[in-house]
């Protein structure tokens, strides 16, 4: 079993940074291809980046592409989504995901563990 904790949510005002990290957790926690995905109330949960098991390869949805990279750090079993450059439609539920696939995880399959989810709220 592994566990998957966000942090680092928040309400911050548009054009500022926020940092989420997921801090995994149990039996090969950092053995996976690690994901952030949001939800927006009443919509559904979109994908937003991913990063390898060994961290050499990251993906994106458009939307966020040169704004938000993510890393990790596999010493820590944490990885990392920093947000720059946010804008009101980034606010949502960030939710952090553990799979096996990385580049199936951008169509939200392959997904083994789910977190329990940080809000981001950003001001206009």
């Known amino acids: 079993q592994v566990q998957l904790v966000e942090s680092g949510g928040g309400l911050v005002q548009a054009g500022n940074s926020l940092r989420l990290s997921c801090a995994g957790s149990?039996?090969?926690?950092?053995?996976?291809?690690v994901g952030w995905a949001r939800q927006v109330a009443g919509k559904e949960r979109e994908f937003v980046a991913v990063?390898?098991?060994?961290?050499?390869?990251?993906d994106y949805t458009d939307s966020v592409k040169g704004r938000f990279t993510i890393s990790r750090d596999n010493a820590k079993n944490t990885v990392y989504l920093q947000m720059n450059s946010l804008k009101p439609e980034d606010t949502a539920v960030y939710y952090c995901?553990?799979?096996?696939?990385?580049?199936?995880?951008?169509?939200?399959?392959?997904?083994?563990?789910w977190g329990q989810g940080t809000q981001v709220t950003v001001s206009s």
């Open positions: 149990g039996r090969a926690s950092s053995s996976f291809a």
């Open positions: 990063v390898n098991l060994r961290g050499g390869n990251t």
């Open positions: 995901a553990a799979g096996h696939i990385a580049q199936a995880m951008k169509f939200m399959t392959s997904i083994a563990y």
